[in-house]
């Protein structure tokens, strides 16, 4: 199609750039032109990987005037900064999750990219892969009756036992729920729709973590966040869910995502996946089914969010893994918090769209409407 592909520039080229500088080279609507990181070895090292042609700065990439988007894959801490610094370059910009770390960053975000009629697009976007896809696809044809009420668990004893560097997981910005929550909240969402008000309760159960992973193995980590996060989340349509993050359980027996509606419940895969299995159980079932997938992207397909609103730039349509979704998470995942030291219920004054399924027949590495 005619304007494809947008040229793409990536900021950050940590552990998860690699998925992304592979699979936005393969699809339709995206070529990577250019990397840039703070350690411009690393960068280099990932381009000569992937096949991208220049590692430059991040303000030479930035001041490149054939780039279109710039992917942000920056720490959380410096989200805002760079996707901030992206739009007054006149760049698109698609944040890793989350969004920011603070709610006004998000906000300064959001209006740059109104004034300038550019697009802000953030991760995660695994609600785009065939498993999340089949689930809202099967509650929006009324397979399991209108939803009631959902659970969400994603527990662990914390990363220091096997990531690199792992202190920014508990540091402020960091947590289960800044860190995973996304991926949960966002497949709520996008299947049962924006939430009006939630409550949370949260603790650090640990204040200092030891790191046992190499190379930092020994050090010791100052928690500043908490590490327990429950909550509830009250959609606008009715529905209830509980959610619970932990980076403080050494073994649990829970189901990851599960929704339930008037004539029958859904068991949903992974969020932080692209596939299956989708297992459903009608009213009158005797046992769990597992439904077929539907659509290509079923593999580990991060950077299909970013394809997605590269075709939406080209043709004028909302993209998916929007910046107004991606803050209405970020609201929704700080007000867990601030219920719990309130003691209150939070009202949400952020709100969006469902985004649009994607379209049935979908060719691999295509995103055409």
């Given at each position: 199609m005619a304007g494809f592909p947008l040229k793409i520039g990536v900021v950050g080229c940590g552990d998860i750039s690699g998925i992304y500088l592979k699979n936005l080279q393969t699809f339709h609507e995206t070529r990577v032109v250019a990397?840039?990181?703070?350690?411009?070895?690393?960068?280099?090292?990932?381009?000569?990987?992937?096949?991208?042609?220049?590692?430059?700065?991040?303000?030479?990439?930035?001041?490149?005037?054939?780039?279109?988007?710039?992917v942000n894959l920056t720490v959380p801490r410096a989200h805002g900064e760079i996707a901030v610094a992206a739009l007054e370059a006149g760049k698109s910009v698609y944040n890793e999750k989350p969004l920011a770390i603070k709610r006004a960053d998000a906000q300064r975000?959001?209006?740059i990219a109104r004034e300038r009629r550019l697009r802000v697009g953030c991760a995660p976007d695994?609600?785009?892969?065939?498993?999340?896809?089949?689930?809202?696809?099967?509650?929006?044809?009324?397979?399991?009756?209108?939803?009631?009420?959902?659970?969400?668990?994603?527990?662990?004893?914390?990363?220091?036992?096997?990531?690199?560097?792992?202190?920014f997981f508990y540091h402020v910005g960091g947590g289960p729920m800044l860190d995973m929550g996304p991926y949960y909240v966002t497949a709520l969402v996008q299947m049962i729709?924006?939430?009006?008000?939630?409550?949370?309760?949260?603790?650090?159960?640990?204040?200092?973590?030891?790191?046992?992973?190499?190379?930092?193995?020994?050090?010791?980590?100052?928690v500043e966040t908490p590490t327990h996060i429950t909550g509830v989340l009250d959609f606008v349509s009715g529905a209830v869910a509980t959610i619970a993050t932990s980076f403080d359980i050494w073994h649990a027996n829970l189901p990851l995502l599960e929704v339930h509606g008037s004539d029958g419940s859904l068991s949903v895969p992974d969020p932080n996946g692209f596939g299956g299995p989708v297992r459903l159980r009608r009213a009158e079932d005797k046992e769990w089914?597992?439904?077929?997938?539907?659509?290509?992207?079923?593999?580990?397909?991060?950077?299909?969010?970013?394809?997605?609103?590269?075709?939406?730039?080209?043709?004028?349509?909302?993209?998916?893994?929007?910046?107004?979704?991606?803050?209405?998470?970020?609201?929704?995942?700080?007000?867990?918090?601030?219920?719990?030291?309130?003691?209150?219920?939070?009202?949400?004054?952020?709100?969006?769209?469902?985004?649009?399924?994607?379209?049935?027949?979908?060719?691999?590495?295509?995103l055409d409407d």
């Open positions: 990397c840039a990181d703070l350690v411009r070895e690393r960068a280099a090292a990932k381009a000569a990987e992937y096949g991208v042609p220049r590692v430059c700065s991040t303000q030479e990439l930035l001041s490149d005037p054939q780039i279109e988007i710039v975000m959001l209006a695994t609600f785009l892969g065939a498993g999340l896809q089949t689930c809202r696809r099967l509650i929006d044809d009324g397979t399991i009756g209108t939803p009631v009420a959902a659970t969400a668990f994603m527990v662990c004893r914390g990363h220091e036992r096997w990531h690199p560097d792992p202190e729709g924006p939430v009006r008000r939630v409550c949370g309760s949260t603790r650090i159960t640990f204040p200092e973590r030891t790191i046992t992973s190499q190379p930092k193995h020994g050090q010791k980590i100052q089914i597992e439904a077929p997938l539907e659509l290509p992207y079923s593999e580990n397909s991060r950077g299909v969010g970013v394809a997605d609103m590269a075709h939406a730039i080209r043709t004028g349509r909302p993209h998916r893994a929007s910046g107004e979704l991606a803050y209405h998470v970020l609201d929704i995942m700080h007000s867990f918090q601030e219920s719990s030291q309130q003691g209150r219920h939070m009202e949400l004054k952020s709100t969006c769209q469902r985004p649009a399924l994607l379209p049935k027949g979908l060719r691999p590495g295509v």
